[in-house]
């Protein structure tokens, strides 16, 4: 079980060493962390599978690193290892290609270098074995792309790395806070977290604890508080939040209790903000209209997290849709995204909020459905949609104009009870 006080995996700014099979990945990983923490051997295709691990970098700060298998790994088993392994550097933030220094760049380590170069900002070329003297070619290949030199046995050029990774690491596309320009400091905000049998016994659920910590990043202040307590505190604070944050199955009773005016928005809306598209969110929404009479929906969840009686994505938003949508929709659970054959038969995707994963991962999954043009939203939006709480609860958000100017106005469902 991870320590509660660490910085969750799907928070740490991830860096993924790749190359050839012997390029000197673990050991080169070795020699950056000072420790034997890679498995390292002279034999090819010593790591089979990517093995991420997360540390505390200094000026880095809180990291996830992940060793990978060699690209030009063989044979069936082989071509799995190599698919995940791409899989790990398509959702990572600082793609690290590592390269002999010794030897001419491959096909494959050029090929690749350009497929990444477009897409990955912090793409970073590191040349091992530096002992052995650089090759004429890889010089003429390398220079251009500011790569670092290291000597995996004696660590020298190390320092320079982590110098490189920093500014590398700066270029990264990162991750928004919860409430990143929703707030400013001094703000008074109210936090709406029902505790029953779906809460986890004895603590708050991620998304509400990192919301809660970017107030107090923010300078501001919070109240947060069950929704049977909304009413009572709000009608005697004597002073207006600037924003409600309730969870997305109590929206129905929290709007119900606040003024019309009041702005409000879920848990769940924050993080489809901050770990996906709500401009792509939106546009599912409008395709709700559009649905077929033999709607196949594709649940995706994004870990196994403890399912209840009541649980939102198994039974009610199954339930909500087929009162709202389509009564004969056939809902599909699943945690990992089917291959593309079997995707293309879906109709409509519903993402949970990703909360445990990174922004990375979920926009990579997220291209995969436009591609071939399967509407997609995400638990908090659906649910705003269908208390009817659509545009409000988008509203609150700084874009939210051109949200609403981009996407079809998202039509509103009747009464639905929750
Ligand atoms: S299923 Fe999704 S929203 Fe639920 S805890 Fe896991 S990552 Fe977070």
Redesign the pocket.
């Known amino acids: 079980m991870s320590n509660p006080q660490e910085t969750p995996l799907s928070e740490r700014l991830s860096l993924v060493f790749f190359g050839l099979r012997n390029a000197g990945k673990s050991s080169l990983l070795n020699a950056f962390l000072g420790s034997q923490t890679a498995i390292v051997s002279p034999t090819p295709g010593t790591t089979t599978d990517p093995v991420t691990r997360a540390f505390e970098l200094g000026e880095l700060g809180p990291v996830a690193i992940t060793d990978t298998a060699g690209l030009d790994d063989e044979g069936d088993l082989g071509k799995l290892r190599v698919q995940k392994s791409r899989d790990k550097i398509a959702v990572c933030d600082v793609p690290i290609l590592v390269s002999r220094a010794d030897l001419p760049p491959t096909e494959l380590e050029m090929t690749i270098w350009n497929e990444l170069a477009e897409k990955k900002p912090a793409l970073t070329l590191v040349l091992t074995h530096a002992d052995l003297g650089l090759h004429p070619e890889k010089k003429v290949w390398a220079e251009p792309r500011n790569a670092a030199a290291v000597d995996n046995l004696s660590g020298a050029g190390v320092p320079e790395l982590r110098k490189l990774l920093q500014r590398r690491a700066a270029l990264a596309e990162r991750e928004i806070s919860p409430l990143e320009g929703l707030v400013n400091e001094n703000d008074f905000l109210i936090l709406v977290t029902p505790i029953d049998l779906a809460a986890p016994k004895g603590r708050l659920?991620?998304?509400q604890v990192e919301t809660i910590r970017d107030v107090l990043d923010k300078d501001c202040a919070c109240l947060v508080v069950k929704e049977r307590e909304l009413k009572s505190f709000y009608d005697n604070l004597g002073l207006k939040p600037k924003l409600v944050v309730c969870d997305s199955q109590v929206f129905s009773k929290v709007a119900s209790d606040i003024p019309e005016e009041q702005a409000l928005t879920s848990f769940?809306i924050l993080?489809g903000r901050k770990k996906g598209e709500l401009s792509v969110y939106l546009a599912g929404i409008a395709a709700l209209a559009n649905q077929p009479a033999d709607a196949k929906v594709l649940v995706l969840?994004?870990?196994?997290?403890h399912k209840q009686a009541d649980d939102i994505?198994t039974v009610k938003i199954p339930r909500l849709f087929h009162q709202l949508v389509q009564s004969r929709a056939v809902f599909h659970h699943r945690r990992d995204i089917p291959d593309e054959e079997e995707l293309k038969t879906f109709s409509l995707v519903i993402n949970?909020?990703?909360?445990?994963?990174s922004r990375n991962r979920m926009l990579s999954r997220i291209e995969k459905f436009r591609k071939l043009g399967i509407p997609v939203i995400n638990?908090g939006l659906f649910l705003a949609w269908a208390n009817g709480l659509l545009p409000r609860a988008i509203l609150p958000f700084p874009e939210a104009e051109a949200l609403l100017g981009r996407a079809a106005p998202p039509s509103k469902p009747g009464t639905a009870s929750i």
């Open positions: 659920i991620l998304p769940s993080f969840e994004a870990c196994a997290h994505g949970c909020a990703g909360c445990m994963v638990y």
